[in-house]
């Protein structure tokens, strides 16, 4: 095709926003021309930042679909349990689909997604942003050149970080699996897709334990207010989850990208205030409606005996993912940025350093991949390529079903074999 792709986006929340912001800031690789969003300031907002008209500013998904196809891509950045039906519109209408993850909440959902897509004849990606870092690709590339020799064991550490925990999982949008989806789906489906693409062979078997250890109203202190506004002073100070210390921090300090425009678009010190005084980010962390776990532990067992595990806690200072890599000629440890590798044979340890300038999280674009993800997808759909997809539907149907039966594993407690894609 010639010119740039055309998106629209389905949910202008903060990651919709993301995938649109990397077109504005690359206009010969794409351009948004439409946008459904429910949210009334959010949506003007958009419209205003991308200069569309009126007549390509819905208020929903399905008012956008109810259209003839408007672009070439649709990107579906709406809640965790609301993927499916808006893919299957878009797909019959001919998109290409930029799908946010998790797919579903499901595994019926993550396979209708598959289905949809396969179907149709259009391409689906993914946004399981960290196999597009320069960080994956380079520790990627020294496991194929048998650097450590064979793969052993994987022991991989996802640090949420305490105040992201409390942002998103205890406060936010993600804190209650019935209205959105497990933690290990909304936080570690990163995480368990990022191991299939290391390790490289199919998943067998998984074993999971885990719970929601703090976040509850047995653990809030004496005397504690349910809002941190009303918080006795003597108390609010003491607590490293305080909203006002937070949010108010983030202000001050000018951040007012995200998470603070999560709270509120008015991002004014008497905005703030008011969203903390009435909104759900102003609550205790120990008096939410929060079920989803704080901290977890998965096990894994790949073909040809390949194991691995995963610790996902939310009692971390914030930095990013770290993983060591056992091999039969030598062993990897890595943080997001530096690879280290010690061979057996020599006894030296070498050093990569992958200059990306990151902590993991979404404030640094994880580590290039939300940027790395937004490249390969729009040159795959300008060259009719679904190739340059690395987290096509099949490999991420495959880590869905990964993260379904470590849930089972989890609330049995037994092994749990992992369901086949097919």
């Known amino acids: 095709m010639s010119g740039p792709v055309t998106l629209l986006i389905l949910g202008a929340g903060s990651r919709g926003q993301t995938y649109a912001d990397y077109v504005r800031g690359h206009p010969a690789e794409g351009v948004v021309l439409a946008v459904a969003e429910p949210d009334p300031v959010r949506r003007a907002a958009f419209a205003e930042r991308h200069g569309l008209p009126p007549e390509r500013v819905f208020t929903d998904w399905q008012a956008a679909l109810a259209q003839s196809k408007l672009a070439d891509v649709a990107v579906i950045a709406t809640q965790d349990t609301d993927h499916v039906a808006p893919v299957e519109h878009a797909a019959a209408l001919g998109y290409h689909l930029l799908l946010e993850k998790p797919m579903a909440p499901d595994e019926d959902g993550c396979r209708r997604i598959v289905s949809a897509a396969e179907r149709h004849g259009v391409m689906l990606g993914v946004c399981h942003v960290l196999r597009y870092t320069a960080y994956t690709q380079a520790l990627k590339s020294v496991l194929k050149a048998g650097t450590i020799g064979e793969i052993v064991s994987v022991e991989h550490l996802e640090p949420v970080g305490y105040w992201h925990q409390a942002h998103s999982f205890v406060r936010g949008h993600w804190r ?50 349910d809002r941190c506004l009303d918080c006795p002073p003597e108390i609010e100070t003491a607590c490293p989850y305080s909203a006002k210390r937070y949010y108010f921090g983030q202000l001050e300090a000018g951040n007012t990208g995200w ?49 691995a595990s995963l610790t996902m806690t939310a009692f971390t200072r914030a930095r990013g993912r770290e993983t060591r890599i056992f091999g039969t000629r030598g062993e990897l440890y890595g943080d997001s940025q530096k690879i ?31 940027d790395g993800l937004m490249a390969a997808f729009l040159e795959a759909v300008q060259r009719g390529d679904p190739g340059l997809i690395l987290s096509g539907p099949q490999e991420t149907l495959e880590s869905h079903l990964m993260v379904f039966a470590a849930e089972r594993s989890r609330g049995t407690g037994q092994v749990v074999d992992v369901t086949p894609t097919v």
């Open 176 to 225: 209650n699996a019935r209205e959105s989806s497990p933690m290990l789906l909304a936080k570690s489906s990163h995480d368990l897709d990022w191991l299939r693409y290391i390790v490289g062979l199919p998943c067998q078997r998984v074993s999971s334990f885990g719970s929601l250890k703090h976040f509850r109203r047995e653990a809030q202190p004496p005397g504690a207010a």
């Open 259 to 307: 998470p603070l425009n999560v709270v509120t678009s008015d991002l004014t010190l008497g905005g703030v205030t008011a969203a903390l005084q009435d909104g759900p980010y102003g609550r205790c962390v120990y008096a939410c409606d929060n079920d989803v776990v704080d901290h977890q532990v998965v096990n894994f067992e790949f073909a040809g005996g390949v194991t």
């Open 340 to 370: 280290e590798i010690y061979d057996f044979l020599t006894g030296e340890t070498s050093v990569l350093d992958t200059a990306v300038a990151s902590d993991g999280s979404i404030l640094s674009g994880h580590g290039g991949g939300d």
